[in-house]
């Protein structure tokens, strides 16, 4: 049935070349070498040249090896059997249990037509009031974590995957350290999440290749869930080894390099994923967290900066709190009208004192003699940065509210705060 | 008989053809792939190898499948239907796809841009004998609230007699309404609709006019200081998250013009959700109608084929063109054009080509420059004065305007809104940098005023800069007042609530009365303030009454009374000059 090619012409970094015909782009085929099986895809073809990705990295294949094209594009089993399960970025299983081969969906399908998706509606409550309040969490968003090393962006991630109550979560590890992974077992399995979870998880040990396909198959597998009703979650950290395994490929594979030896598609490449992010009209939805870890702390970086024009906003974690600026959820505007009536003018009202008290804080620093406004702002800040800010805070979204306007009739006269009148009337507490 | 070619090469979006005869630039091509024809366009010949990029996902493609080029360039439908739709890059109707076939775009589906069987009442404006050129007035159909004018195809070149038109009646697209005879009486069929290639500008008109009339977009902040002429461009650069699409967004809900094209062009599918399913519910104060009956969306997201990205502007702007062709005035928003400049730089990539700047092609610069030089203020044969107006978002990497396609941008436009991180972070919304960003054209405010605010703005900024080096208590009651001034005039006026209803937009008569209001009764007044904490107060009180200001509708007893209010208050603290009676 399928050809089986022996010769194997070139083989440069990870990519391999043979000579075969009646080859489609994009094919899946089987490299089999003394190591064992790989998978690897087609992803050029020039006369009956076939250049090959191996996914599981080349090392060890002799140009003596068989090459077999199994004539179909990637795919990878779906469906309820993976819930509880940890997988490869190819879908093979990592855990004791069998390898699955029903509900196969394909990899990299064709995009949602727009006037097919709902506009996000649904407010994810997190329990966060930087977030609930502040940068509202929707149903369908696509939001990124900004961060750098050290800081806890994975039990962020957990916290909210946990108490965003999703039908399912996908976590999508890339880079991903061991610990970290067991990380997130325990937590899952504490929080009874494990059973409606299902893992694809790449190592930092493991081939580049299986690097790029997690957020892929993460993908995929959500999107046959969410077409089945079920709201999902994926999760996807980090993505910027994501984007650093494309950078590798990119320059092996000799494209030019646009922007610090990043390819001049990064963009697409991130929107193909994160686009997957769809409330359907009439079916699930798929909401995608990530995290981006900054180079040098640097949002200008190509693969932050990349992801901020794809994504709906971010989460900037910094110091271990959710940074007031620099964090911007943009559809927080789709749910925080219908809240309650104070909602948005507390949302601005406290961030545009926030910014004026880290301006009173520069002031202070440099010797500036404090006024009675600079105090009354020193103490504002100290309260919201204890009260509100702090990841240790966890409170529903009505009672982050009041405690807004106790920390603001705390601190000041209501004129102070530029709140209009009618407002000021409705939810000022009276002393 | 059809011209055939056989792939020989393929790599991503990009393929090699071999053929035998003759292909012509930028013709369209089919790639036969069992069942399914993919769209793709020649870009490149090098001896028998034609190079293509396919508008479509390759995947499953094979060395030797065979290619049909079809002889004609890349081209749209122009014609009555075209409101109120939503097409993607290569004007196929999205609504109708997904009635066909579901959630997903399948690939090689491609729909008529246009309902071949609805019918229009068609009205003639000419008469037998009559002499007409391109671009003529041949009659009307009646299409939402406009009267849609069928012209004489912008193709047709010299002078033409009609030899025949239809009566008025119905007639659906597919039926000639008039037979034309050009010189070499070669008799021309015309129909309700005409094609043209996107890629050429639309010229039948007298000629090209300065663009002198502001476009009133209701944004404070845009029509006072930074103001955009009917017929004039403008970009918007900024970095990710300072509200350009929000602001695109408003502009497109509010400017004062007949027709507005949205190009959403690799940009987010949700935010062209949002535009999508509430122009059809959001009335238009100005026609009673919804919003969509005077809207044509384009709409390539991110993640819809590169190829049909790029080609998505153009066919933005040929349709811009065609209905001013009609006499109306169109407003063209591209969001991103930064995303339009990098699918050519992957294509530019995929051919191998010698990169420049930031790995962008070569030609990027000129490729802008002409992208921006289809809008105009033009007289049309008929003398009526139409135009399009263009404004591009710019998505420049790191936030940086130096970058390549900012750069580019700038040398070709009228008005630069120039969007800063910093003001987005403070939540002063619109955020576009009034110290940054200029606008060659006119306001309707009275230019000394305009230039005389805008130094009251750069002092009150050079004042805060000096503040932060030797404190508040370091500089002078006048300056930090001046200081107050400017940071007033900026928060009560060029700050502008996109969620209140009334501050959303504000009509030209209002923006004049308010900003001379400030500018006689706040800016240029003396006050009479003891100390620093006393002014401090003062200004915040009179934010907090102009805020409530802003919210009051245009002349309601709740504006006449708050200005009153504010009057008292300003005159209560106004210095009483010694030697004035």
Redesign the interface.
């Known amino acids: 049935m399928y050809k089986v090619y022996t010769e194997i012409l070139e083989i440069a970094g990870d990519v391999i070349t043979v000579e075969a015909e009646n080859v489609g782009y994009a094919e899946i085929a089987e490299v089999i070498s003394s190591l064992g099986t790989s998978l690897a895809q087609v992803i050029r073809l020039e006369g009956n040249k076939v250049f090959l990705q191996v996914f599981a990295g080349s090392k060890g294949i002799s140009t003596g090896d068989k090459v077999r094209f199994l004539g179909h594009p990637l795919r990878v089993a779906s469906g309820e059997a993976l819930l509880g399960r940890i997988f490869n970025g190819t879908g093979l299983p990592r855990d004791k249990g069998p390898s699955l081969s029903e509900q196969v969906v394909e990899i990299g399908g064709p995009p949602v037509n727009p006037v097919k998706r709902l506009i996000p509606h649904k407010l994810v409550h997190t329990g966060i009031p930087l977030i609930d309040l502040f940068n509202s969490l929707v149903e369908s968003q696509k939001i990124p974590i900004f961060s750098i090393p050290g800081e806890p962006y994975n039990e962020l991630l957990a916290r909210i995957a946990v108490q965003a109550e999703m039908d399912i979560i996908i976590l999508g590890g890339m880079g991903l350290k061991y610990d970290d992974y067991l990380f997130f077992r325990n937590i899952l399995e504490e929080k009874n999440a494990f059973g409606r979870t299902v893992f694809f998880v790449h190592t930092a040990s493991d081939p580049i290749v299986e690097c790029l396909l997690v957020p892929d198959i993460s993908v995929a597998v959500a999107e046959d869930f969410a077409l089945k009703g079920k709201r999902v979650l994926v999760l996807l950290t980090d993505m910027t080894n994501f984007c650093d395994a494309l950078k590798e490929i990119s320059i092996t594979m000799e494209q030019i390099p646009s922007n610090r030896g990043y390819p001049g598609d990064l963009y697409t490449q991130l929107a193909k994923r994160y686009e997957k992010a769809v409330d359907f009209e009439g079916a699930g939805s798929i909401t995608i967290i990530s995290v981006t870890t900054m180079p040098g702390d640097d949002v200008t970086h190509p693969i932050p900066d990349n992801t901020g024009y794809i994504t709906e906003g971010q989460f900037y974690l910094k110091n271990k709190a959710i940074e007031p600026f620099g964090s911007l959820s943009r559809l927080r505007q789709q749910v925080n009208a219908t809240t309650r009536s104070d909602h948005r003018t507390l949302m601005d009202t406290m961030i545009q004192l926030f910014a004026q008290y880290r301006e009173t804080l520069e002031k202070r620093a440099m010797g500036f003699k404090m006024t009675d406004w600079d105090k009354k702002l020193l103490r504002y800040g100290a309260m919201f940065e204890k009260r509100m800010m702090s990841l240790e805070v966890n409170l529903p979204l009505k009672e982050a509210l009041d405690l807004g306007w106790q920390i603001l009739a705390d601190c000041f006269k209501p004129e102070e705060t530029g709140i209009k009148l009618s407002l000021i009337e409705e939810y000022w507490p009276k002393k | 008989m059809t011209r055939k070619g056989r792939i020989?090469?393929?790599?991503g979006s990009m393929i090699a053809v071999e053929f035998k005869e003759f292909v012509l630039q930028n013709e369209v091509a089919y790639i036969i792939h069992g069942e399914e024809r993919l769209k793709s366009e020649v870009i490149r010949i090098r001896g028998n190898i034609a190079e293509l990029q396919v508008y479509e996902?390759?995947?499953?493609?094979?060395?030797?499948d065979s290619v049909e080029f079809t002889g004609e360039l890349l081209s749209v439908e122009l014609g009555p239907g075209l409101l109120g739709q939503?097409f993607d890059g290569l004007q196929n109707p999205?609504?109708l796809?997904?009635e066909r076939?579901?959630?997903?775009?399948?690939?090689g589906a491609y729909l008529k841009a246009l309902s071949e069987e609805s019918l229009w009442e068609f009205t003639p404006l000419v008469k037998k004998g009559d002499k007409v050129k391109a671009g003529d007035k041949l009659g009307f159909v009646p299409e939402k609230i406009f009267k849609h004018y069928i012209m004489v195809p912008f193709a047709f070149s010299g002078v033409f007699e009609i030899e025949s038109i239809v009566e008025k009646g119905s007639y659906n697209l597919r039926q000639p309404i008039a037979h034309l005879k050009d010189k070499e009486q070669r008799t021309q069929e015309v129909f309700l609709k005409q094609s043209w290639p996107v890629k050429i500008p639309i010229r039948a008109y007298r000629e090209r006019l300065l663009p002198e009339k502001t476009l009133v977009t209701k944004m404070r902040l845009i029509d006072s200081l930074f103001p955009v002429a009917l017929g004039g461009t403008y970009c918007i650069p900024g970095?990710?998250?300072s509200g350009k699409t929000v602001l695109q967004q408003l502009i497109s809900r509010h400017a004062e013009v007949d027709i507005v094209i949205i190009a959403a062009c690799?940009e987010?599918?949700?935010?062209?959700?949002?535009t999508?399913?509430?122009f059809p519910q959001i009335t238009d104060p100005r026609t009673a109608r919804p919003l969509s009956d005077r809207t044509v969306i384009i709409?390539n997201?991110?993640?819809?084929p590169?190829a049909s990205r790029e080609s998505s502007v153009y066919t933005a702007v040929t349709i811009a063109e065609y209905y001013r062709q009609m006499g109306l005035n169109v407003l063209l928003l591209a969001d991103s054009t930064s995303?339009w400049a990098?699918a050519m730089?992957?294509i530019s990539?995929r051919l191998?080509e010698i990169?420049g700047e930031?790995?962008?092609p070569a030609y990027l610069e000129s490729r802008i420059a002409s992208f921006y030089e289809r809008a105009g203020s033009v007289r049309l044969n008929d003398g009526t004065v139409a135009s399009v107006t263009i404004g591009g978002t710019v998505?420049p990497?790191?936030?940086?305007f130096e970058e390549p396609v900012t750069q580019a941008t700038l040398k070709v436009v009228g008005a630069f809104l120039g969007l800063s991180r910093e003001r987005a972070?403070?939540?002063k919304y619109p955020a576009i940098d009034p110290l940054i960003s200029w606008s060659k054209y006119k306001s309707f405010i009275d230019e000394d005023k305009v230039r005389y605010l805008h130094t009251v703005l750069r002092r009150a900024n050079e004042i805060s800069q000096m503040m932060?080096?030797v404190?508040?208590?370091g500089i002078t009651l006048e300056d930090y007042v001046d200081s107050l001034k400017g940071e007033f005039f900026d928060?009560v006026y060029l700050q502008q609530n996109a969620?209140d209803p009334i501050d959303e937009a504000t009509p030209q008569e209002r923006q004049k009365h308010v900003f001379d209001f400030i500018y006689h009764k706040v800016i240029k007044e003396d006050f009479a303030l003891q100390d620093?904490?006393q002014a401090?107060k003062f200004f915040?009180?009179l934010?907090?009454l102009f805020?409530?200001w802003n919210?009051e509708a245009w002349q309601s007893e709740g504006f006449v009374s708050l200005e009153k209010e504010i009057k008292i208050f300003l005159d209560e603290k106004k210095r009483v000059k010694s030697n004035h009676v």
Request: glycine content about 12%; hydrophobic content about 35%; overall charge positive.
């Open positions: 020989v090469k393929i790599s996902n390759t995947d499953g493609v094979k060395v030797g939503i999205l609504t796809l997904a076939f579901g959630f997903f775009l399948k690939r970095p990710f998250g690799g987010r599918a949700g935010e062209v959700v949002e999508l399913k509430t709409c997201t991110s993640s819809m590169v995303r990098q730089r992957e990539g191998e990169p930031e790995a962008f998505s990497a790191g936030g940086n972070e403070a939540r932060k080096v404190g508040e208590e928060f969620f620093k904490e401090l915040q009180k934010r907090q805020k409530s919210s």
